[in-house]
Each structure stands twice: as C-alpha cells, then as structure tokens.
Nanobody, 121 residues
Framework: QVQLVESGGGLAQPGGSLRLSCAASGFTFSDYAMSWARQVPGKGLEWVSGLYSDGTDTVYADSVKGRFTISRDNAKNTLYLQMDSLKFEDTALYYC??????????????WGQGTQVTVSS
C-alpha cells in the first residue's frame, strides 16, 4: 500500500534551518508529482511547495519563497524540504503528499502522518 513517512522535524531557532524528508513506498515514486503542506492547530491546511515527477517545475507559496527548497531523489524514493531562515510563523505540522492529475485538475491523494516543526527562541 502507499506509504509516506516524514521525518526531520524538530525545534529550531529563528533564522535556523531544518531539512525534512519524506520516504515513499508502495508506488512508483518517480511517476508522481509531490507536494509539501503544513497545518497550524486551529488553522487551515496551507500548501507549501511542489514539484514534478522528474524534479522540475518547483513551485512555492509566497510565504516560503526564497527560504525553502523542495527536491527529490527518485533513486531513493525520497522527497525533501530544505527550510532555511526559519521564522516563528513556520511552526506547524508538515506533511508530504502525492499529487495525481485527472481531467483538468489535480488533487493530493495520499498523505503522510506529518512531522512537527517548532521555531522558538
């Protein structure tokens, strides 16, 4: 079955860095676009970043553009999110998700369990 397992979250200081990983299994990872999203308790889910199956066409939410970098290693079935210049408002539960396209739209059909990122001094 499809599994996505995030890791790498933790506590960081403002201005610091963290690197999240998402290990994928149960499907042909290199065939799918992937995304990162985050959620703050009491707030809605925020899409953070995405990229195509071959690692191209990386896109970012305005809130993280210039600070976060998404990448993937298809040989290792792993998705990454390098988070630099962290801010207090980056504190959230971060999820990776698989993206599928259908008709003229797309959706994120499988999600990991999330990894907590806390930015605090």
């Amino acid at each position: 079955q499809v599994q996505l397992v995030e890791s790498g979250g933790g506590l960081a200081q403002p201005g610091g860095s963290l690197r999240l990983s998402c290990a994928a299994s149960g499907f042909t990872f290199s065939d799918y676009a992937m995304s990162w999203a985050r959620q703050v308790p009491g707030k809605g889910l925020e899409w953070v970043s995405g990229l195509y199956s071959d690692g191209t066409d990386t896109v970012y939410a305005d809130s993280v553009k210039g600070r976060f970098t998404i990448s993937r290693d298809n040989a290792k079935n792993t998705l990454y999110l390098q988070m630099d210049s962290l801010k207090f408002e980056d504190t959230a539960l971060y999820y990776c998700a698989r993206k599928v396209y259908y008709a003229n739209s797309s959706l994120l059909d499988y999600w990991g369990q999330g990894t907590q990122v806390t930015v605090s001094s």
